[in-house]
């Protein structure tokens, strides 16, 4: 029985599972997305969160750490790079996993795991968000502020048409 274990063993060897959790994090620190089955993504979030969070202070020793996980040069120069400048002041969750359906071949459940702050979608409704109109208020509160701020400007465009009128006469 397996009361109380809680890893995945993903069908595989220790020595295999962890080479595949190391292939697994290097692309998805160079790529950014990759396309995985849902188990594995699952397994690869939680072997990859710790790093990234290891990552956002770029010591020696942590860089070292991070390297005898991943033995990858270019994707620890990548995590300590772009990757920590991104994810610096964010406190957690900086992974995304998608489900995209079933694989033809054996229906596996397949996902799309990727990093959160790299999505130019999602990051760039963000932004468009924050530059919109402010929330709208509650009708407790007194409605909105849009609608209080144009009340007066259309009583001050009936003031100048009447002051237009009388310069007229």
Do not use: C, W
């Not at 397994?43 to 710790?50: D, S």
């Not at 070292?64 to 610096?88: C, H, M, Q, W, Y």
């Not at 963000?126 to 409605?143: C, F, H, Q, S």
């Amino acid at each position: 029985m397996r009361h109380g274990d809680k890893v995945n063993n993903l069908g595989r060897k220790t020595a295999h599972r962890h080479a595949l959790m190391m292939n697994l994090g290097n692309s998805l620190i160079l790529h950014k997305r990759i396309f995985t089955t849902l188990a594995k993504a699952k397994a690869l979030r939680g072997y990859i969160e710790p790093i990234v969070n290891r990552a956002k202070e770029n010591t020696t020793h942590n860089r070292r750490t991070i390297f005898s996980v991943l033995e990858n040069k270019f994707s620890i120069d990548e995590l300590f790079g772009p990757i920590a400048s991104k994810v610096g002041d964010r406190p957690g969750g900086y992974t995304r996993i998608i489900k995209t359906g079933f694989r033809p071949g054996d229906s596996a459940e397949m996902a799309m795991i990727e990093l959160v702050d790299f999505n130019e979608i999602y990051t760039q409704n963000k932004n468009t968000a924050k530059t919109a109109e402010p929330k709208k208020k509650t009708r407790r509160a007194g409605g909105t502020t849009a609608k209080k701020a144009a009340a007066p400007k259309k009583k001050a465009a009936k003031k100048d048409d009447a002051a237009e009128e009388k310069t007229e006469e």
